[in-house]
């Protein structure tokens, strides 16, 4: 009886030595698998921001690729069309498409580079987060390693399906097809999930998982040692202990930025991965629409017209002091008609213009819309420029004095009119809509007026008339856009 309690009084001791051995193999604490997803929401969103980044830069450039497509537009009905003011008002809309296409295309030249470098930072981010969720997912089995638990104990109900984690593939086909960041997980001041202290990623006082075996000690098996170990560029702080005292927590990653910009010194990864963030949310809108039909509301709006039709009435000489309000105003209603829906006006003019083509060789009209994209507007806007050309310059001779006398001081009979006031607008001025102009003659008093104009000619420039005396001379030259 003695010898039969002797040997199990050493068995027992031999079974609690053996299994407190094991213990101590393996009493390290496991992660919760709450905290991992939020670790893998974390890692998808930040993948996410090649999409929003691609999301933004497209814009960008349908916007740049619509200007092109309506500065063409607008150019074939300037130099198409019979109307000297038609010509004057499409051209100056096409003059402001065009700096919409440069700006669009330096603010594409600016953020490309950027946004590239932001977009790794936070896929290199996502990666790494991944990654350590992998590892910790396959170092846990259903039995003994419960590495990654959904309560104290209990390995993770996803073991066959990791994908439900959260965590974003190692390879996309295509960025994901998104507009901004996901507020639930990412927000202007940091990442939603986790906070302005460390938040715990294990189960306290669990002994479940190997990995975080540690305490300080030099043996070969300790994994971490007894300080903090940062890990994934500082976002994760990891403490091994040799028992169930090990500590694994993200560190403080709200209240880390303002608008997404993170504040202070950029010493930390949380705010470097929301610097990625802010640069791709600063990707800056075009200033005009991306698409053609809202490009043409924008750019035919007569507020709009105003500032480019004054430079080009400077530019002819055409403009009254003080009166360039009333005359951009005169010309605007003479294209577009005296009501409220102007814009729409002129893009119906803008819809009925045909371009010129080739089919089978021969040319024909077709409709700005049905000339095939970009290729068949640039073929009709070369048509349109090869077949500009003033009429035939008039043969001069010693009874005919030249022309350009007689366009001077037509036209500074008109400056005259236009520097007068409305009290002054009298004799041979008249106000003609708010503009004081030259009075419109009839018949008769057109050929004695001419006739003063024929005989102040020939007094200043015979002599340049006698020089330009062709037999049968013809011109042809660009055409000139005034406005009459």
Same mark, same amino acid.
């Given at each position: 009886g003695k010898k039969w309690n002797s040997l199990c009084w050493t068995a027992w001791r031999m079974g609690f030595l053996l299994a407190l051995l094991t213990q101590t193999e393996a009493t390290h604490n496991a992660f919760d698998e709450t905290a991992v997803k939020k670790l893998c929401n974390l890692a998808t969103s930040l993948q996410n921001a090649a999409g929003v980044a691609t999301k933004k830069l497209v814009i960008l450039a349908d916007a740049a690729q619509a200007a092109e497509a309506t500065r063409t537009k607008l150019l074939i009905e300037a130099l198409t069309t019979k109307d000297n003011g038609t010509a004057l008002l499409f051209a100056a809309a096409a003059v402001q498409v065009d700096s919409c296409a440069r700006s669009t295309t330096a603010k594409l030249k600016e953020h490309i580079p950027k946004a590239l470098a932001a977009t790794t930072k936070a896929s290199m981010g996502a990666g790494a987060l &991944? @990654?350590?969720?992998?590892? /910790?997912?396959?170092? &846990? =089995?259903? @039995?003994?390693?419960?590495?990654? @638990?959904s309560g104290a104990g209990t390995a993770t109900r996803l073991l066959q399906d990791p994908t439900k984690q959260g965590c974003p593939a190692y390879s996309i086909e295509s960025p994901a097809d998104v507009t901004g960041f996901n507020a639930a997980h990412i927000k202007a001041t940091g990442f939603t999930e986790f906070a302005a202290s460390t938040i715990s990623l294990i189960f306290?006082?669990?002994?479940?998982?190997?990995?975080?075996?540690? +305490?300080? +000690?030099?043996?070969?098996? =300790? /994994?971490?040692?007894?300080?903090?170990?940062?890990?994934?560029?500082? /976002?994760?702080?990891?403490t091994g202990d040799s028992g169930n005292s090990a500590a694994a927590a993200v560190k403080k990653a709200d209240d880390i930025a303002n608008n997404f910009g993170p504040t202070g010194t950029l010493n930390t990864m949380a705010k470097k991965l929301m610097q990625a963030i802010a640069t791709i949310n600063s990707i800056q809108e075009p200033t005009c629409p991306a698409a053609e039909e809202q490009q043409l509301d924008h750019l035919l709006n007569p507020e709009n017209l105003k500032p480019h039709l004054t430079t080009t009435l400077k530019g002819l000489k055409r403009q009254a002091k003080g009166k360039e309000e009333q005359q951009i105003t005169a010309l605007i209603n003479k294209v577009a008609g005296k009501n409220s829906e102007q814009a729409t006006q002129l893009k119906a003019k803008? @819809?009925? &213009?045909?371009?010129?083509t080739l089919e089978n060789e021969n040319p024909v009209l077709k409709p700005l819309s049905q000339l095939g994209g970009d290729e068949g507007l640039a073929v009709a806007l070369l048509h349109a420029i090869s077949e500009v050309k003033t009429a035939a310059a008039p043969v001069a001779s010693c009874d005919e004095p030249d022309k350009g006398v007689l366009d001077a001081a037509a036209e500074k009979q008109i400056k005259d009119c236009s520097t007068k006031e409305e009290a002054e607008c009298k004799g041979e001025c008249v106000l003609v809509e708010g503009v004081c102009a030259p009075k419109k003659k009839g018949e008769g008093e057109n050929e004695e007026k001419l006739g003063k104009l024929h005989l102040l000619a020939e007094e200043s420039n015979k002599e340049n008339a006698r020089r330009k005396m062709v037999a049968n001379g013809k011109e042809k030259s660009a055409k000139i856009i005034i406005f009459s």
């Open positions: &991944t @990654s350590f969720v992998e590892m /910790l997912h396959n170092m &846990t =089995d259903a @039995s003994n390693r419960k590495c990654i @638990s306290t006082g669990d002994n479940n998982c190997g990995f975080l075996k540690g +305490g300080g +000690g030099t043996a070969k098996t =300790d /994994l971490w040692g007894g300080a903090a170990t940062a890990i994934i560029g500082g /976002l994760i702080d990891i803008l @819809s009925k &213009t045909n371009g010129k």
